[in-house]
């Protein structure tokens, strides 16, 4: 149930966010999907300022499940603030696209 978090920039520079929130580290499948046997994928872009604040989501396609694409736009708010962007970056911010890929079965 547990989904692994990865996103790397477009230049495919790696980037590590440090969630500031201990409690939430771990992202689950959302419930009601689980329970509908509902997979997809969700690919959102979220644009992050330099000081690691979330200034932005937008989803960019959908799964055709509403309770997953809500999960996934969720999971990043909730994982906000970020850790600050790395002063080599030289941005004052930063947009990640990010696949959020929902499968029950292997």
Do not use: C
């Not at 055709?64 to 080599?88: H, M, Q, R, T």
């Not at 930063?94 to 499968?103: G, I, K, N």
């Amino acid at each position: 149930k547990s989904i692994k978090k990865s996103l790397n920039s477009a230049n495919n520079m790696p980037i590590i966010f440090i969630n500031k929130k201990e409690d939430s580290a771990r992202w689950e499948y959302p419930q009601k999907a689980f329970e509908k046997n509902e997979e997809g994928n969700v690919i959102v872009r979220l644009s992050i300022d330099a000081d690691g604040k979330l200034a932005h989501t937008v989803l960019l396609t959908s799964s055709g499940f509403p309770e997953l694409d809500k999960g996934a736009l969720n999971v990043i708010k909730d994982v906000a603030p970020f850790a600050s962007l790395p002063e080599y970056y030289n941005l004052s911010r930063l947009h990640v696209v990010a696949l959020f890929r929902y499968r029950i079965r292997n």
